[in-house]
C-alpha cells in the first residue's frame, strides 16, 4: 500500500520584515507567521529565498528560525528551514546543527549554487546529506537559480532516498520531467510545487501541496487551491487558480520578494517594504498593479499602518 507523503498542502515562505534602518523586525514577522498559519497555512518555511537568507546573518538566521518555529509550536504545525551551502561538508555541518535544535521537520536544500557538479555529483551530494546530515530533506530543485538541471531518472533516485521526503519542484515549467516525477511517484515521497504561477496545473497533475511565496498574501485562498485540487473539485479550482496565477506573475514581476514586500506594507501588515541588497524595492508601478489582486489582508480588515 502506498504511504501518504507526510507533507502535503501548503506551506508558505515567509518574507523577513525589515525596520526602516533595515533591522530584522521580529514582531513583524512573528504576526506575518501566525497569520499564515491561522489562515490555514499546513506549515511555513523559514530561510527560503522569498526570507533573502543569503543577506542576514548567521544570528538572525537563528532568529528568524526561533520566531517561525515558535508560531509552528503553537500551531501544531510542521517548520522546513531553508539549508543553502556551496559545499557538501558545510551542508552537513549545517544540518546537524539544525537537527540539534529540534525545530525543523524538514530542511529545504537545493543543489550546490553555481557549481553545475553534474547530475551524478548532485545525488552523491544528496546521498551524502541523507546518510551524515541527520534531518529529513526537501531537494530543491530550481534548476534558474543553481545552474544544475536535473532529469527524471535522477529526481527518482532522489525520491528513493532515505531521507528525502519532498522535491520542490522549480524548474520554471510543466514539461516532460514533471510528467515523469509526477508518474512515478516513490513511497512516501511528495512533490511540492514551487512554480507560483504554474502551481495551479502542477497540482492538477497531482503534485501534494506547494511552497508558494505568493501565498504571504491571500494565504487562505491559496491553502483552498490546493484542497480543491487534492479533493479533485477541478471546476472551482481551475478558477481559482486561473485567478491566483494572475497574482503571482504580478507578483514576480520585479525580483521575488521586492513586491510582495511592497504589498504586504500596503496592506499595512509589515512596516516598509524594505529589502536588503543586492535587492532594491520594487517599483511604485509593479506593488500598485499587484496590491488590487492581493485583495485586503483578512486580519486586519483594512490597509492601515503597522
Ligand atoms: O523562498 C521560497 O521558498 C520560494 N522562492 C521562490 C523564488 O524566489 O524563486 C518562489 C517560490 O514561490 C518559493
Given amino acids: 500500500m502506498d504511504s501518504e507523503p507526510i507533507l502535503t498542502g501548503l506551506y508558505v515562505p515567509l518574507i523577513t520584515p525589515f525596520t526602516d534602518d533595515l533591522r530584522l523586525d521580529r514582531g513583524a ?6 497569520d499564515a498559519l491561522a489562515a490555514g497555512a499546513s506549515g511555513l518555511v523559514a530561510l527560503g529565498t522569498t526570507a533573502e537568507a543569503a543577506a542576514l546573518t548567521p544570528e538572525e538566521k537563528r532568529t528568524v528560525v526561533g520566531v517561525c518555529a515558535a508560531a509552528c509550536r503553537e500551531h501544531g504545525a510542521p517548520l522546513i528551514v531553508g539549508v543553502g551551502t556551496g559545499d557538501t561538508a558545510s551542508a552537513i555541518a549545517a544540518l546537524r546543527e539544525l537537527a540539534g535544535t529540534g525545530d ?5 536544500v537545493p543543489a550546490p549554487p553555481y557549481i ?3 547530475e551524478a555529483a548532485t545525488l552523491a551530494h544528496f546521498t ?25 531518472d ?14 520542490k519542484h522549480a524548474i520554471g515549467a510543466i514539461d516532460a520531467t514533471t510528467v515523469d516525477l509526477l508518474g512515478r511517484p516513490a513511497q512516501g515521497f511528495a512533490v511540492l510545487g514551487g512554480d507560483d504561477v504554474v502551481l495551479s496545473p502542477l497540482l492538477a497533475a497531482g503534485a501534494h501541496g506547494a511552497i508558494a511565496a505568493s501565498a504571504n498574501v491571500r494565504t487562505s485562498d491559496f491553502a483552498e487551491l490546493v484542497a480543491l485540487w487534492r479533493r479533485g473539485d477541478a471546476g472551482p479550482a481551475r478558477r481559482l487558480g486561473t485567478e491566483l496565477a494572475r497574482l503571482s506573475a504580478a507578483l514576480f514581476a520585479e525580483p521575488n520578494p521586492t513586491v510582495i514586500k511592497g504589498v504586504l506594507h500596503a496592506q499595512g ?7 536588503r541588497m543586492p535587492l532594491l524595492p520594487a517599483s511604485a508601478g509593479s506593488v500598485g498593479r499587484a496590491a488590487p ?12 499602518p503597522c
Avoid at 104 to 108: I, K, R, S, V
Avoid at 269 to 275: D, E, F, G, M
Avoid at 293 to 304: D, E, S, Y
Wanted: charged share 10%.
Fill in 116 to 118: 553545475r557538479p553534474g
Fill in 29 to 34: 514577522l512573528a504576526r506575518l507567521a501566525d
Fill in 154 to 167: 535522477t529526481l527518482a533516485a532522489l525520491g528513493r532516498l532515505p531521507g528525502v521526503i519532498a522535491v
Fill in 128 to 152: 551524502a546529506l541523507a546518510e551524515q546530515g541527520g534531518h529529513p530533506l526537501v531537494v530543491y530543485d530550481v534548476p534558474y537559480r543553481t545552474g544544475q538541471t536535473l532529469g527524471a
Fill in 293 to 304: 489582486l492581493a485583495g485586503t489582508p483578512a486580519r486586519h480588515g483594512a490597509p492601515a
Fill in 104 to 108: 525543523a521537520a524538514a530542511a529545504l
Fill in 269 to 275: 501588515r509589515i512596516p516598509t517594504p524594505a529589502v
